[in-house]
Each structure stands twice: as C-alpha cells, then as structure tokens.
C-alpha cells in the first residue's frame, strides 16, 4: 500500500462532493466553512462553536455513555476541545465531525447527533457517532457513518477508515458492519485505560493495516 502523506490538505480537498450512488448530495451553503451534505435524510454541516450547547446536551447525557461512563463530558470545555479537534482535522485533512440534524428540520433544526470521520493520531481515518437517544434506532447512525466514509475516501483515498469500540457495544459494532468495516483487532489495551471490567477494544478497519497503523490505534486505549 502506497504510505500516506500526512501534510496538511490544501484547501482542494474540501471541494463538493457529489455521489449519487451514495445518496449523497452537495448543498452549498456559502456562509459555512465547508459545503453542508444532504444525505438520504440528514443534513450534515461541519461541527461548530455554534452547535457547542446542543452538542455538549448529548455528550453530557448518561444514556450516550452507558459502555464507558467516564467519558461522560461533565464540563463543556471538554465539548469545546473536540469541536476544536474536529475543525483541526477539517482544515488540515479535509474532512472533521458533522452536526446532524433531519432534513426535513432544515439548518435551524435540533442537533440530533455528531458523526463522520476526523484524522486519527494513529494516521488514518476514525469514524465515529453519538446521537441523541431519541434518534437511536433508526438507521442515521448508518447513515452518516456511510456519508463519512465517502467523504473521507474523496478526502484521502490512501487512508484507512478505521473505528474503535467497546465489546460491550454491540450496536455501534453493528453499523461498522452495516458500512462495509470488518474487525481487525480485539484486546485490552496494554495500559489497560478502559475501566469498566471485563470490556474489549474492538478495532475495525476497511481495509489491511499496516501495523504501525493498528499499534498506533491500539495504543490509543
Ligand atoms: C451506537 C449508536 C450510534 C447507534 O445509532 P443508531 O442510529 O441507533 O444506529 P443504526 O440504527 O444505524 O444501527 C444500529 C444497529 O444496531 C442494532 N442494535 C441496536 N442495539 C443492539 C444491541 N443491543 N445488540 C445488537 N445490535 C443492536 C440495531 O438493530 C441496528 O442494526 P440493524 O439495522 O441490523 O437492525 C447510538 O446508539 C448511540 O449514539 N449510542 C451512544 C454513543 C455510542 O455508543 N457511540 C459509538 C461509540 S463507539
């Protein structure tokens, strides 16, 4: 497999994307940072400080942390520091995390959810999802997880699109499944940072990784 370049995307790599095998759509919006995607029933803007309060109500809610509680957010600085990560990833690599909320709700609709895929550490693409739980259940976890592999392909096509979840988290491994990515790893990371007993990491990947790759994610905790 060809390495990966990890320089900064130029601003290129932000450029509409359009895959109507997809079901993904572009909708401009020339007030934001980056195009608004339209999927089957989602519209996805990139996560901002103006979706900080609706964001950090999610993150804060006991129910979107049942298999791992300590990483409830219980301060919003911790909400502002992943946004922060998330507009990182965006500007240097071309894609972060979107703020989902319905279509039908249109852009001043509520939040219902984050998802999408931001640059790993470990030097590929990490895709993740936490919806508000009265989204759960029908099928927009899948959704915009299948929204963020196509964006990041766009993105970086070298890059892996790889995810990490608990044992104990069974629809989250289900989307995985849902979008094409297979397991590629089960343990308990070596510094054991998990807390709650008897739990696994699960790594998933769509494709091989290079070990340095997969060390890098199991190093992670
Ligand atoms: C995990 C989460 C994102 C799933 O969102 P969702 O929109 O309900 O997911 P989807 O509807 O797209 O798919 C969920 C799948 O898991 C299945 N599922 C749900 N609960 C399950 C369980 N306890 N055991 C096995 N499968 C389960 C569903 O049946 C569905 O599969 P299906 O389409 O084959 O029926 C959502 O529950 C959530 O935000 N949880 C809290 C945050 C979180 O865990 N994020 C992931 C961290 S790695």
Redesign the pocket.
Same mark, same amino acid.
């Given at each position: 497999m060809a390495p990966v370049d990890h320089a900064p995307r130029s601003s290129a790599a932000r450029e509409p994307v359009s895959d109507p095998a997809d079901n993904v759509a572009v909708m401009i919006d020339t007030l934001a940072p980056a195009p608004a995607l339209r999927s089957a029933r989602l519209l996805l803007t990139p996560l901002t400080h103006a979706d900080a309060d609706a964001v950090h109500a999610i993150f804060a809610d006991a129910r +979107?942390w049942q298999?791992l509680p300590s990483g409830r957010h219980t301060d919003v600085e911790q909400t502002l520091a992943m946004i922060e990560r998330s507009l990182t990833s965006l500007a240097e690599y071309g894609c972060g995390t979107w703020s989902m909320r319905l279509a039908d709700d249109g852009p001043d609709g509520p939040v219902i #959810?984050v998802g999408g895929v931001t640059w790993s550490s470990a030097g590929c693409w990490n895709l #993740?999802? *936490? =919806?508000a739980s009265e $989204?759960? #259940?029908? #099928? =927009? $976890? +899948?959704e915009v997880a299948r929204a963020g592999i196509v964006h990041a392909r766009r993105a970086e096509p070298d890059a892996p699109v790889t995810a990490? &979840? =608990?044992s104990t988290?069974? $629809?989250?491994a *289900? &989307?995985l499944d849902?979008v094409g990515l297979t397991q590629v790893w089960r343990g308990v990371p070596r510094d054991r940072t998990l807390e709650v007993p008897d739990v696994e990491r699960l790594v998933f990947s769509d494709r091989r990784l290079r070990p340095e790759t997969l060390d890098g994610l199991i190093a992670l905790g």
């Open positions: +979107t298999h #959810g #993740g999802y *936490r =919806l $989204a759960w #259940g029908k #099928g =927009l $976890a +899948t990490r &979840v =608990l988290n069974p $629809a989250s *289900r &989307v849902h």
